[in-house]
Structures are given as C-alpha cells and as structure tokens.
C-alpha cells in the first residue's frame, strides 16, 4: 500500500469535521437513517460526490507505439455472464476490436460458468495451435490445468484480468487489483468523513474469495484501510460475509445475515463489485433504507452509475477496460512475434500469484467514481450518456452527465 493512501486512511478518519477539498456528500438529505448509527452520524446518505476522490497509485500503463503488427489466430476465453455483466459488454468486443488492430485473428469465447465447457475450449484453440491463450478462468484449478495443456504445446498463456495461483501462464494484465480494495475502503471513509459521520459500523461483502484471487487482493486492500481505523477506534467492522463463487443470486442472503450479525447498525457497505450493491441496495430498500447507507461498488456498469446517479450508490470504480484489452494485444502479438514483451515498451513487474510464483504483471490504474465524475466513463467511451441516463434523465442533468 502506498505512504499517501496510507496517510489517507488516517487523515480522512481524523478530519470529521469536514475534509478540505470534499464536497459535502449527500447534505441536501435532511431525513435521520433508521439504520442505526455511530455517535454523531444522524443524516447517513448514500449520495457522494468527492471533488477529490482517492487515487490509484499503478503507473504500468502500455506505452504504445513499440508493437510491431503480428499474424495469427489467438485464443480467447471468458469465464462467465454471471459474476459480472462486463464480459459480454466489454470485454468480449473490446479485445476483438485491440486483437485486430495488431493483426491477429481472435477467436473470443465465454465458458458460461461451465469449467468442463472451459477446458473443451481450450483444448480446441490449443489443437488449432493459436499462437497465443487469453483466459479468464472460472477458478485457478481449472485455469491451472489449461495453462499446463497449453504449455505442453508450446503455447504462451496470458492470464487475462485474474490470475491462476499455482498455474503455469508466465503473464498477467489486469488493474491493481489491492489497490482496487484500498480505493473503495478510502473512498467509503472519505464519503462518510464528508457527512462528519463518527464511528461508523461497516459491513464488508466480499467477492469469490474462494474462487478468484482478485476478490482475496479486494479484500487485503480493504483491510489494509480500514483495519488501522479500526484499531484506532476510528470505526468498527461490525460483519463480514463472502459472496461464494460470485454468484449474486446469493448475495441478498449473505447479506441479510451479515446485517443480523451487525445488529442491524449499519452506516457503510463495502460491496466487492456493482453486482453485489445492487443487492444490497435491494435489501435495504425492503427494509426503507435504499440511498440512507454508503456503498461501494466496482465495474462502472449501466446499474451501478445509475445507481451512484440516483444517489443509492456511493462510488464504482471504473475499470477502462479498452486500456486493458489494449495491454493484452500489445503483449499477445509481443508473443505471437516471439519478442520479449520489455523490448516492445512493455513495463512489467514480477507479481506472486498467492502461492508464491512470481508472474510478469502488466498492472493498470483503476479510477473511483463518485457523482462528481461519472462523465469520465462517458469521456473514455467506455458508455454512452444516454445508456447511463436511461429513464434517469434529471437525475443525470444535475450532475451534468451529458
């Protein structure tokens, strides 16, 4: 973690009466929150709109420029639709649109959660000899058995977005997935700083931790924030529950018990990812409570900026996923040329993939989004204006989402 997060954390836990550079987050909500509170919190809302949100430390962006084209067929696969909306919507075009822009000919396909329907995929695109495999694997058991195909056929491996513990790919591109974490606890303390809300009561839902290494480094860099703050007094952890196998169906059930846990007190929510929000919000909004909790979320979708739009959400963190899907080309067709990818400008770093094998990662900067900044995902194209202010128009013109 990074001396200025770090120092972030403390700062913003001591600053209660107002942080300089923070717009008031919510004030125009006068209603008290039912939810229960900490000493001093009594008009909770979940509105944000930090003129100064946290920042991403990761500066390993691709350079550009330094690839040559390549030629070839490259191998493509998604783990799922269902722990998350972006690969269908994102990332499936994206890295068609980046993978041919270098030359290559890819082939992108989804598993749909299926690991027997993943390795059937792989084991098709390893018989065809594509000269590079992107995977996104469904858990690191079954990507680590792909991988250890693909390396019996001389076939370099990517690990695109999550990493495979104790696989065999030699390269990694995603966000810094710890720093993610980090963001949305900062952010979520900031937001709660910003309404001078003391002593707050957190409840942390948690991704797949026990299917994806990604939600395991979410969770480290939430901790990272807030365990000191807690230490401190500063607030409490009041539950903690993990959303198993990001399957969002059960989230308003892990949910209702991690809130029975807590007492029903309540007055922060750190939510893994957009998904897991929107349940949440769901629960809530049961129990009249919807926009009175601050919330975080992650993937910058249609629903979860609609939901920071209307005030039910905190922050999302915005993933350029074009950036990403960009990385991964440049590397690919590195590979597919048979050059290393640090002579093609690439800047990459060893990263243990939590068994202690080191990986070369190409590490991107995620962005925290909060009502003041919405129009950046606008802006980088990743959504249009209209997909997010779809039947939230006025709610979108205050903010001058356009």
């Given at each position: 973690m990074s001396n200025n997060v770090r120092r972030g954390a403390f700062v913003a836990a001591a600053l209660l009466a107002g942080t300089a550079g923070l717009a008031a987050c919510g004030s125009s909500n006068n209603n008290s929150s039912s939810s229960g509170s900490g000493s001093g919190s009594a008009n909770v809302t979940a509105a944000c709109s930090l003129s100064n949100p946290p920042k991403s430390t990761a500066a390993s962006l691709p350079s550009g420029g330094a690839v040559s084209k390549a030629s070839g067929k490259v191998g493509v696969i998604?783990?799922?639709?269902t722990s998350s909306t972006r690969y269908q919507l994102f990332d499936k075009p994206l890295l068609t649109k980046q993978l041919t822009a270098v030359g290559l000919t890819p082939d992108v396909q989804n598993a749909q959660g299926d690991k027997a329907k993943f390795a059937q995929i792989a084991s098709t695109m390893i018989g065809e000899g594509v000269k590079v495999l992107i995977i996104d694997s469904i858990d690191a058991a079954s990507g680590a058995g792909v991988e250890q195909q693909a390396k019996q056929a001389g076939i370099p491996v990517i690990d695109y977005d999550r990493v495979n513990g104790g696989g065999s790919a030699s390269y990694y591109v995603s966000f810094d997935n710890e720093d993610v974490g980090r963001l949305q606890a900062q952010t979520l303390v900031d937001c709660l700083d910003a309404q001078h809300v003391s002593n707050p009561n957190i409840i942390m839902m948690n991704g797949?931790?026990?299917t994806d290494h990604n939600a395991v480094l979410f969770k480290q860099g939430a901790h990272e924030v807030l365990d000191p703050l807690q230490q401190k007094g500063k607030l409490k952890i009041a539950a903690e529950a993990t959303v198993k196998g990001w399957n969002t169906a059960e989230a308003p059930t892990d949910f209702n018990?991690?809130?029975s846990s807590a007492n029903n007190n309540v007055q922060g929510i750190v939510a893994a990812n957009d998904d897991i929000a929107n349940a949440v919000i769901g629960v809530l909004k049961e129990r009249g409570l919807d926009g009175r909790v601050a919330i975080t979320g992650q993937d910058s979708q249609v629903e979860g900026l609609q939901n920071?739009?209307?005030?039910?959400q905190s922050m999302t963190i915005f993933k350029n996923i074009s950036i990403e899907a960009q990385a991964t080309a440049q590397l690919a067709a590195a590979l597919a040329n048979g050059t290393n990818p640090s002579k093609a400008g690439l800047k990459l770093s060893p990263l243990d993939d939590g068994t202690g094998r080191k990986i070369q990662a190409l590490l991107?900067?995620?962005?925290?989004?909060?009502?003041?900044?919405?129009?950046?995902?606008v802006k980088a194209k990743a959504l249009t204006a209209a997909e997010i202010c779809k039947?939230?128009?006025s709610d979108c013109q205050k903010l001058g989402v356009k």
């Open positions: 998604l783990p799922d639709t797949g931790t026990d018990g991690a809130l920071v739009v209307t005030g039910k991107l900067p995620p962005e925290v989004i909060t009502q003041a900044n919405v129009e950046d995902v039947g939230i128009t």
